[in-house]
Nanobody
Framework: QLQLVESGGALVQPGGSLRLSCAASGFSKDYYAIGWFRQAPGKEREGVACLMQRDGSLYYADSVKGRFYISKDNANNTVYLHMNSLQPDDTAVYYC??????????????????????WGKGTLVTVSS
């Protein structure tokens, strides 16, 4: 079964940068989508950055576009979220999640129209002075 383990969460100051990692293992199929989601206290969970393995297509939420970047190291099946110009509103638990045979375009994973099937436990990012 697919396993996802996040790491890299930390306390950072506004304007700072951070890289999160998602170690994935146990893939049984090559056709999947994977991405990063976050949930702030009292807020709904939202997709922030997603990637389609088969064709490399990407999706970013408007709130992070130009600041966050998703990448994948296919040699070790690690997915990264590069976070720059962090703001207090970015404070949240960040989750890695994936789905086999995603429906539609990659944005449907991040918007949960084609929801993830597998989730990591999350890693906390706190942006504060």
């Amino acid at each position: 079964q697919l396993q996802l383990v996040e790491s890299g969460g930390a306390l950072v100051q506004p304007g700072g940068s951070l890289r999160l990692s998602c170690a994935a293992s146990g893939f049984s199929k090559d056709y999947y989508a994977i991405g990063w989601f976050r949930q702030a206290p009292g807020k709904e969970r939202e997709g922030v950055a997603c990637l389609m393995q088969r064709d490399g297509s990407l999706y970013y939420a408007d709130s992070v576009k130009g600041r966050f970047y998703i990448s994948k190291d296919n040699a070790n099946n690690t997915v990264y979220l590069h976070m720059n110009s962090l703001q207090p509103d970015d404070t949240a638990v960040y989750y890695c999640a994936a789905r086999y045979f995603p429906r539609g375009a990659i944005q449907y994973l991040c918007t949960m129209s084609s929801p993830p099937q597998y989730w990591g436990k999350g890693t906390l990012v706190t942006v504060s002075s």
